[in-house]
């Protein structure tokens, strides 16, 4: 079983759509918990942390439920520059090596 | 604040040479992180460097695989010699806690073709 699954999509949606990304983990003592974006032939770049409690920044709501071990984000009212590839991340041991799953792609539609 | 620089963008190389990959972290970050992403797949991880020290290097796939990250600073990756299956994009990220939120920020990564 891998570290981290994610549904690799693709997931196209028209702009203005909510749409919402789960990710699975395997290790029930990971400790933190990111997603990133990484664009066409970029590297990944931190789009937030997912606290416990959850949280959420602007437009973008992320999710933890231990219980399950699963992770979700979800984009409301969604833009053209949001189309990229969400990579759900996982750090069992803070600061020791992160887990990626192979990232879900999504691309808005005008 | 600078970002983590790696060096070169691309490099294309015929098998059985030598490449050297280098990374520059962002200033004050201890800990340094190696990962490949090959074509199709997720990203992997490599090794991790705390400071000087290799933390983890269960990710390395051979021996031809050789990291250094001499003073703690900017570090190296040697693949020699390279094959065709060492192709992919190799990153480079940095974090500076190790308790906490430990976010890991990229480079722009090396993309290397072996032919």
């Known amino acids: 079983r891998k570290e981290v699954e994610q549904d690799p999509g693709p997931f196209n949606v028209p702009e203005g759509a909510t749409v919402a990304f789960n990710c699975t983990y395997s290790?029930?003592?990971?400790?933190?918990f990111f997603w990133y974006r990484q664009d066409c032939r970029k590297e990944p770049k931190l789009l937030m942390s997912?606290?416990?409690s959850g949280n959420e920044d602007g437009r973008f709501t992320a999710q933890l439920n231990r219980a399950s071990q699963y992770i979700s984000l979800l984009i409301r009212d969604s833009k053209l520059s949001d189309s990229a590839t969400y990579l759900c991340?996982?750090?069992?041991?803070?600061?020791?090596?992160?887990?990626f799953g192979t990232g879900t792609s999504l691309t808005v539609i005008p | 604040e600078a970002g983590v620089t790696q060096f070169p963008s691309h490099s294309v190389i015929e098998k059985g040479q030598t490449v050297t990959l280098r990374c520059d972290p962002i200033?004050?970050?201890?800990?340094l992180y190696w990962y490949r992403r090959v074509m199709g797949k997720e990203i992997k991880f490599l090794l991790h460097?705390?400071?000087?020290?290799?933390?983890?290097e269960s990710g390395m796939p051979n021996n031809r695989f050789l990291a250094e990250r001499t003073g703690g600073t900017y570090s190296t990756l040697k693949v020699q010699p390279a094959e065709l299956e060492d192709s992919g994009v190799y990153f480079c990220?940095?974090?500076?806690?190790?308790?906490?939120?430990?976010?890991?920020?990229f480079g722009q990564g090396t993309r290397l073709t072996v032919v």
């Open positions: 460097f705390v400071k000087e020290s290799k933390q983890d």
């Open positions: 290790n029930s003592a990971s400790q933190s």
């Open positions: 200033s004050g970050h201890d800990n």
């Open positions: 991340v996982v750090n069992f041991i803070t600061g020791n090596q992160f887990y």
């Open positions: 990220a940095s974090s500076r806690r190790t308790t906490g939120q430990n976010e890991a920020f």
């Open positions: 997912v606290y416990s």
